[in-house]
């Protein structure tokens, strides 16, 4: 019987010829992320070693990413400590893949890990936080665990008692339309199966369209399988994977790519027509409240968000400048704009981006979440609408359960910034 | 014998059980101060010590989706909730194992603010609306884990038996 990338992945991960969905496996683990809620699993990891005589070491220090990004800068004292504590525990561990608040190298870490290699095909990577499953999009099985959890493998190195998820096989045929993005795409396999569509299970991502799309698209929906309930999203590695790590991530050595077998076995299969689909907005409070951008078009908007670990990379940033180009954002709308990591900024700074964004009207952010889960910046007040990029639109998501988020994609959010209503980028464009 | 305190529907997200805007707060005695900080009544209750320990959560389908945030299960932890629903998110899940968050997962569940269970290994009684309900167990490999007192104790025994 055939095997699914992940079932090769965990597989090889635990040394057996084979494994099937449904089996318990202890994989070992290739990389392991935390961001600033590493000052919890810090705790964690201290708590388990007490009483037992042993000295509280990781496992292997160069499997460890530390990436700050929720708060940067802190926005508070509390923040300040938990990041000092983090980078504290960092070096005395000696962890090197360690990204503090700084302009040429910080960011996001979902962009982080992939724009810096540490993200191979066939690995197993953790994260506490939801949205690693965006490294999928690299053929990695990679998913979101909690801060015991990650103690725990901080410890042993290996995560325990993982039940190999079943799969769902998405296959998406067609070309996308001008103004039709990966975000679309997404949100429109969320709107259709439902936010719990895919719960404890993997959805592998298949088809001439995906084959097409960049890894940026890619990390786009990796990043939100797991707003339809999945463990993880994944896009077997092929050639424009390896594009990806040797021209963009610095990867020197070769990489070895991984795929499903033709007889693996699947729990479902879905196909997609991408050139059939219009814009999509996720419409309050849930993401999976899917609508094409025609149906809610007119809303009026009070600010825009363009960023996240879903949509704030450089062909996200293009795409954005190219509408907003010799345009003003409207009068009525706050436009923030948070590039994914300091290289994007860079990148787009030198591209002249930011400065077609700045004269349109829109703020600049630094790179980090922003808004996205409202903790920093851009709150929004009572009665506000917010279109944004990012990936959740849960009630009091951005800071306020009496204001309401809308998701979508970066063209979008662009068209919309220069009317002040949720605008079809098709229309004029 | 537990008294149902709140009922929830489908898709309650970790944003409605610990807003994002409290993430700072890691520590399982500080995060109960904030578990369902936007249900205001409620929260109030909660910080008024006006809800007993072992009082019941009823919700839908997919309870815990979204964040990976611990405190979403130790905020509940701390007060001794017991949280009965359809069918929980993964993260969540695991998280509440982890922590030893009692999660009962009970797909036919029907039960109101006020009901009055009777919860024993293998079924929810609801001793107000007199109708009885079964639990799905949990995977084995979970179970082990509850078992040992949680994923800090389990590891350490792990730990102990690699030395």
Redo the contacts between chains.
Sequence with gaps: MGMTVVEKILARATDQPSVKAGDVVEPRVDLAMSHENGALVINQFQEIYQGTGLEAKVWDPDKIALIFDHRVPAEGAKTATNQKKVRTFAGAQGIHKFHDIRGDEGGICHQILPENGYVRPGQVVVGTDSHTTSHGALGAFAFGIGATEMASVWALGRILNVEVPTTIKVNVVGEFQPYVLAKDLILHLIGKISAQGANFKVIEFHGPAIRKLSTSGRLTICNMAVEAGATAGIVPADAETLRYLHEEAGVKEDVEILGPDADAVYDQVIELDASQLAPQIACPHTVDNVKSVQEVAGKVVNQIVIGSCTNGRLDDLQIVARILEGKKVARNVRMLVFPASARIYLQALKAGYLATLMEAGAVVMNSGCGPCLGVHQGALADGDVALATTNRNFKGRMGNPAAEVYLCSPAVAAASALTGKITDPRKGA | MSKVVLKLG??V?T??IY???F?????PSETPQYAFA?LLDFNARLKQKEIQPLSVIVAG??FG??????QA?SCLKGPEFIVIAR?F???FL??SI??GLNTIICPDIEAEAGDELEISANQVVNLTQEKSFAITPL????Q??IDAG???A???E???A??
């Excluded at chain 2, 993430?23 to 520590?27: D, G």
């Excluded at chain 2, 995977?139 to 979970?142: E, L, N, T």
């Design positions: 489908d898709d997200s944003d409605i807003p994002g805007r993430m700072a707060t890691v520590l936007d389908g997919n989706c979204g964040s990976s945030r611990e299960a069918d998110a993964r993260i695991q998280n982890n922590l995977p084995r490999a979970r082990a884990i949680g994923l800090i389990y590891t350490r792990r730990l102990m690699n030395k």
